[in-house]
Nanobody, 121 residues
């Protein structure tokens, strides 16, 4: 199994910054895509950003120019640097990893439990 542990959430004023981290551990053979999703209060979960094993990145339009996703493959860790935060960024942020536990298994999604980011106006 693969475990994901997020950290770095909290309360911040609008315009401020936070850095989220997510470390993957357990029986990891390889990781393909790593990403962050978020679920605002009363809304559906949405993709925020993801980064491929080749470091290609993709962002939802609402965070482009403000958030930066990166990964450290040696540590099986993905980061989300969030700047110029807005109240509408308030959400539970979930780490997602698409990978496999052995050379004979298929890639599948793994999820963290989430970390709350609250941006006050």
């Amino acid at each position: 199994q693969v475990q994901l542990v997020e950290s770095g959430g909290g309360l911040v004023q609008a315009g401020g910054s936070l850095r989220l981290s997510c470390a993957a551990s357990g029986n990891i053979f390889s990781i393909n895509v790593m990403g962050w999703y978020r679920q605002p209060p009363g809304k559906q979960r949405e993709l925020v950003a993801h980064i491929s094993s080749g470091d290609s990145t993709n962002y939802v339009d609402s965070v482009k120019g403000r958030f930066i996703i990166s990964r450290d493959n040696a540590k099986n860790t993905v980061y989300l640097q969030m700047s110029s935060l807005k109240p509408e960024d308030t959400a539970v942020y979930f780490c997602n990893v698409f990978g496999r536990t052995s050379r004979f298994s298929s890639d599948r999604d793994y999820w963290g439990k989430g970390t709350l980011v609250t941006v006050s106006s």
